[in-house]
């Protein structure tokens, strides 16, 4: 009898596994995100193709993943990830940012000059600008109202906005069957060919380090 009155509180094997499998999604997902929207070491992370994936996953019935969790989810830590970005600029300072990152931050700053305070939204759909943005931001000392709208706005946007895409691409008709595999594949391509990108940049910038050249932004 204690035999059969306790199977059901281990619960289905495949339940407890599927929703293990929901559980990892969410922790990977949410930390590339949280990275990549302000993490100084996040900007070779494919959080494009990250998002669609995920959508693609959450239309899977058989993935147990919440499109409403994952879509309100990476609104808020692409928003707390620049804010992070906003506090390390705001401490590291201009110069600091210059020595290590001049390429990036200047090509940043001209979105700046272009855009204000907008860039921040446009910023979300390039994948260096929207880590290095909320950064410069902070070395420049954007008013923090103004910073918080924007970043709110291109978070919602970027975010919850991709993930909702790759959500409705699962219902094309031969790609439902398929979404799993398709993005667990584009996840781990995706993170390979951005790791792969930027040890290849670090081998090919050492020499010039090297040899002598400055921090300065390149003409």
Known sequence: MSEVTSLPLLGDPGDVLGSFAGMTLYVI????????????????????????????????PAADVSIVVVAVGVAVVASAGAV????????????????RHARA?????????????????????????RTFAPVLAGAVAMPRHRFGVAVVIGAV?????????GYEAASIPGLRDAALWIALVVIVVSVLAGAVG??????????????????????
């Open 198 to 219: 930027e040890l290849f940049r670090r081998r090919v910038a050492r020499p010039r380090g090297l040899g002598g050249s400055s921090g300065t932004s390149p003409h």
């Open 29 to 60: 997902l949410f930390a590339v995100i949280f990275a990549e929207s302000g993490i100084l070491v996040g900007f070779w992370l494919p959080g494009d193709t990250i998002l669609f994936a995920a959508g693609l996953v959450a239309a899977d």
């Open 157 to 165: 946007v970027w975010g919850t906005g991709l993930t909702l895409l």
């Open 105 to 129: 931050l200047g090509r940043t700053e001209e979105f700046y000059r272009r855009f204000g305070a907008v860039t921040l939204i446009a910023a979300r759909f390039v994948p260096w600008a």
């Open 84 to 99: 992070v970005g906003y506090a390390t600029g705001s401490h590291l300072g201009r110069p600091y940012l210059e020595r």
